[in-house]
């Protein structure tokens, strides 16, 4: 099993940033697909980005594209989410996620673990 904690989140403006990260505790860090997802009021969790258990692949969804960089330090058993240009819409709770799988994935319902999330409000 493995532990997932999410930090960073918060409070900006349009067109500024934010780096989110999410430590992990337990199983080995680097036998995990990692991925950050994210949920708006009233919608469905959706899809952002994932990287694969090296670092040397990742996936962005359409809209994020571009603005949001995925990471991961596999020594310090962390993944990041950095986060420029931000738009009022991305405005939502940002889970990450471990997959146990060998690929990458974009699939909510592949991932095994979640973290709690983290609140990230832009304001226009």
Not at 84 to 107: G, R, W
Request: a positive charge; hydrophobic letters at 35%; proline letters at 2%.
């Amino acid at each position: 099993q493995v532990q997932l904690v999410e930090s960073g989140g918060g409070l900006v403006q349009a067109g500024g940033s934010l780096r989110l990260s999410c430590a992990a505790s337990g199983r080995t860090f680097s036998t995990y697909v990692m991925g950050w997802f994210r949920q708006a009021p009233g919608k469905e969790r959706e899809f952002v980005a994932t990287i694969n258990r090296s670092g040397g692949s990742t996936y962005y969804a359409d809209s994020v594209k571009g603005r949001f960089t995925i990471s991961r330090d596999n020594a310090k058993s962390t993944v990041y989410l950095q986060m420029n240009s931000q738009k009022p819409e991305d405005t939502a709770v940002y889970y990450c996620a471990a997959d146990t799988s060998i690929l990458a994935t974009m699939i909510v319902e592949r991932y095994d673990y979640w973290g709690q999330g983290t609140q990230v409000t832009v304001a226009s």
